[in-house]
């Protein structure tokens, strides 16, 4: 049988990105995602149970901060011991609520300048949640981020998000050594960082535990669906390094939608370069 790669929607995509009168509730997003053979994840907690009664897949979590902060923006690099402590009560709550065999995403966060004890302090953290983790059976997924957008909370990129070194977050996963705690790839923003993509998921093959996906503008607005004209990626190098490693993981649809485009023509179009 041939290698065919499994994928899920990213939920923020299609309930605050595109039309205003396109966007979808929850059981919108999950009919799509049945329509189209596609699991869903990044759900917001209290949408979890409706998709579990639904009979969705749900591969992959955000914990949710206090305070609804975006959870990019405080992780495991945080020097505020009362706002670390938070997070971690966080990241354990999210791994409590998943299902066995699932995935919680974790972040280092943003700093307003980079220090040598970030590492340690990041390493400290993954140990400590993947440890938690292991009771549950679930994974932990540290997620590279670029940091070339106009401000932190920018989709296209963030500032001052500590993790924008795909080498250095690499480095902290393999430091952990734990069989579940993983790197999340994310083509996109490793893609505004550096060339060589392919290359890039061949050497960190043993540490990918989840990939994203999105197109690559030459400039903003950015973030765009896998067929957009003049996108930069050639997801068909990408599918093939994939394959070649025996990725068996999902591959999470995280574009922001065109407004001016019908949700399921520009779905079927990004699905299409995935499934051939």
């Not at 409706?50 to 902060?69: D, I, K, R, S, Y």
């Not at 500590?162 to 705690?181: E, K, L, M, P, Q």
Request: net charge negative.
């Amino acid at each position: 049988m041939s290698w065919q790669p499994k994928v899920s929607l990213c939920d923020w995509c299609y309930r605050h990105t595109g039309a205003p009168d396109a966007l979808l509730d929850t059981l919108g997003i999950l009919k799509l995602a049945e329509e189209n053979n596609c699991a869903v994840e990044l759900l917001p907690p209290e949408a979890l149970n409706e998709a579990w009664q639904f009979g969705m897949q749900t591969p992959v979590h955000l914990p949710a901060l206090p305070g609804n902060v975006p959870a990019y923006r405080v992780g495991l690099c945080s020097r505020n011991e009362i706002e670390l402590a938070g997070v971690k009560v966080a990241y354990k709550s999210a791994i409590k609520k998943a299902h066995s065999g699932e995935s919680i995403i974790v972040f280092t966060g943003l700093v307003e300048k980079e220090d040598e004890s970030d590492f340690s302090r990041l390493t400290d953290g993954l140990n400590e949640i993947a440890d938690f983790a292991k009771e549950y059976n679930v994974n932990i997924l540290l997620e590279h981020l670029n940091n070339k957008g106009t401000h932190p909370d920018c989709m296209e990129g963030h500032t001052g998000y500590r993790g924008h070194d795909i080498h250095w977050v690499a480095d902290a996963v393999n430091t952990v050594d734990s069989f579940n705690c993983k790197l999340l790839f994310d083509v996109y923003h490793v893609a505004r960082l550096y060339d060589g993509v392919e290359g890039l998921i061949r050497r960190y093959a043993r540490l990918i535990g989840h990939v994203h996906v999105a197109g690559v503008m030459p400039k903003l607005p950015n973030r765009r669906s896998l067929d957009t004209k003049g996108q930069l990626v050639d997801y068909t190098k990408v599918l093939r390094v994939l394959k070649q490693i025996d990725y068996q993981g999902y591959i999470g649809l995280e574009y922001i939608r065109d407004a001016k485009r019908d949700v399921k023509e520009e779905l079927a179009a990004s699905l299409k370069i995935l499934r051939g």
